[in-house]
């Protein structure tokens, strides 16, 4: 008889298992919580980690940003940033927020180059190990960062992750046949792969628009600015299978602006287009229409 057993598979309600990168001030804080927010609908079903020195009480209550914000659950993580301590957090604010809650760790790159982390216990091994060094130190050290990967994808809650960013090079020849560094784009500060054993990876720039680096979802093309609608959009798909808006003539998920809602925008585009259509193609269709109704107005050229 086989060990492996293939039946027919069908989708199940699941959790959110995001990570949000992005460099200094581009806003991955106020982002994941603006996701946690449209999950849950509760600011007290918020619950944040937050290793950057007290930052992450900045954005509680907020009535001056433009989409305020309310009074979520908080914890400071103080060093040592150690595997151990974080999943010790994270399932404490499992406890506390429960699984409908969502739990922010902000940030996750404190666990592999701060005091404590992955890094230092490298370190630690390959001095006062017999036989070990720098680099078969990895072995045993790298054990820690899966299981604190893996704990955290497995907590019976919602999970965001945030980490600093850098900027990531490559050495090439350049057109005097020199190797020189050249600038591929921002990477994570955490292990070369971690952003990859998420769901959902989006990189923040510093105008605060997310982009997709990876994506098991629908936010393919995904490039805006991150609100609580979209934490709305992954609940229903992620509870329900409900798939967002797409546009008939692009093909992209239709966004909601600063005046309008999707549903607004749907049934507007629908009343006048017959179709299901975003922002981007009403306009293009607009100007189209300008330039059409312009060349026939203009008058005809003389002979």
Known sequence: MSDYNFGEVTREKSKLRMALCGVSGAGKTLSALYIAYGITGDWKKIALIDTEHGRGKFYADRQDLEIPTGKYMYCELE?????????????????????????????????????????????????????????????????????????????????????????????????????????????????????????????????HIAVTSKDTTFLDGFASVITPELGKELKDWLDKGVNPERCSDCGKVIRPTDTRTVAQIVEGSQKCYGRKLCINCVSKIVRQQKQEAKANAAPPVSD
């Open 79 to 207: 060093p040592p940033y150690s595997p151990d301590r974080y999943i010790s957090a994270v399932k404490t604010a499992v406890s506390v927020v429960g699984e409908d809650g969502v739990v922010i760790v902000d940030s996750f790159s404190h666990a592999w180059n701060n005091e404590g982390g992955v890094l230092d216990i490298k370190s630690e091994i390959a001095k006062t190990r017999p036989g070990k060094n720098d680099y078969t130190a990895w072995d045993e050290a790298g054990k820690y960062q899966n299981n604190l990967v893996n704990t955290i994808l497995a907590v019976n809650a919602h999970t965001i992750v945030t980490m600093r960013a850098k900027m990531a090079y490559a050495m090439e020849l350049n057109d005097k046949g020199k190797t020189v560094p050249v600038k591929i784009g921002l990477a994570p500060v955490q292990r070369d792969d971690t952003e990859y054993e998420f769901d959902i990876a989006m990189n923040i720039g510093r105008d």
